[in-house]
T-cell receptor, first 116, second 116 residues
Framework: EAQVTQNPRYLITVTGKKLTVTCSQN?????MSWYRQDPGLGLRQIYY???????DKGDVPEGYKVSRKEKRNFPLILESPSPNQTSLYFC???????????????FGPGTRLTVL | AQTVTQSQPEMSVQEAETVTLSCTYD???????LFWYKQPPSRQMILVIR??????QNATENRFSVNFQKAAKSFSLKISDSQLGDTAMYFC?????????????FGTGTRLKVLA
């Protein structure tokens, strides 16, 4: 089954304690993204990757890091979380290989993060 | 910079009726993709419909159709024969890739409630 998985699904942590949210896809997609969703703001792109070792900033990258060492994995790292990073996070992947419909993003189930 | 605007924070419709959700966007690009996503209470992001900007024909998917007006930069979603399961948050999204960038811009969402 084609899917994007994220772990953990729920996380409560304290300010300053480093954390990593994992993301993995089994569709051999080149493109992967991280988003955060906040009430009244919709989804905002944090970082994206267009292939292994190729990453770039989205619209709200401050306070986050990512890496893409393998095609299937795209972890999101919060080195020193702060309360304003409390949010719902989504990982997504897609392929832009040119075939009809391959520009469609597949989303993970979301990670609810609370930073106290 | 591209922007996506959904001017209707909340809407309601009677079961079996038709409803239209509005979306406008701003871009200087000529080639891009537009999407409508549905987010039910489960929080999962589900693709409803997609439209390539170079295609003049409006996309349709069963009860869902769009009215794409490229010159006016408008991309509304029409839901026919509304069902209780259509109750969800709906997000309009713009996507563009070029010159090594991959941008996904979402609107702030419209919360739709289908009434029995």
């Amino acid at each position: 089954e084609a899917q994007v998985t994220q772990n953990p699904r729920y996380l409560i942590t304290v300010t300053g304690k480093k954390l990593t949210v994992t993301c993995s896809q089994n569709m051999n997609h080149e493109y992967m993204s991280w988003y955060r969703q906040d009430p009244g703001l919709g989804l905002r792109q944090i970082y994206y990757s267009m292939n292994v070792e190729v990453t770039d900033k989205g619209d709200v990258p401050e306070g986050y890091k990512v890496s893409r060492k393998e095609k299937r994995n795209f972890p999101l790292i919060l080195e020193s979380p702060s309360p304003n990073q409390t949010s719902l996070y989504f990982c997504a992947s897609n392929s832009l290989a040119g075939a009809e419909g391959t520009d469609t993003q597949y989303f993970g189930p979301g990670t609810r993060l609370t930073v106290l | 910079a591209q922007t996506v605007t959904q001017s209707q924070p909340e809407m309601s419709v009677q079961e079996a009726e038709t409803v239209t959700l509005s979306c406008t966007y701003d871009t200087s690009e000529s080639d891009y993709y537009l999407f409508w996503y549905k987010q039910p209470p489960s929080r999962q992001m589900i693709l409803v419909i997609r439209q390539e900007a170079y295609k003049q024909q409006n996309a349709t998917e069963n009860r869902f159709s769009v009215n794409f007006q490229k010159a006016a930069k408008s991309f509304s979603l029409k839901i026919s024969d509304s069902q209780l399961g259509d109750t969800a948050m709906y997000f309009c999204a713009f996507m563009k890739t070029h010159s090594g960038t991959y941008k996904y811009i979402f609107g702030t969402g419209t919360r739709l409630k289908v009434l029995a």
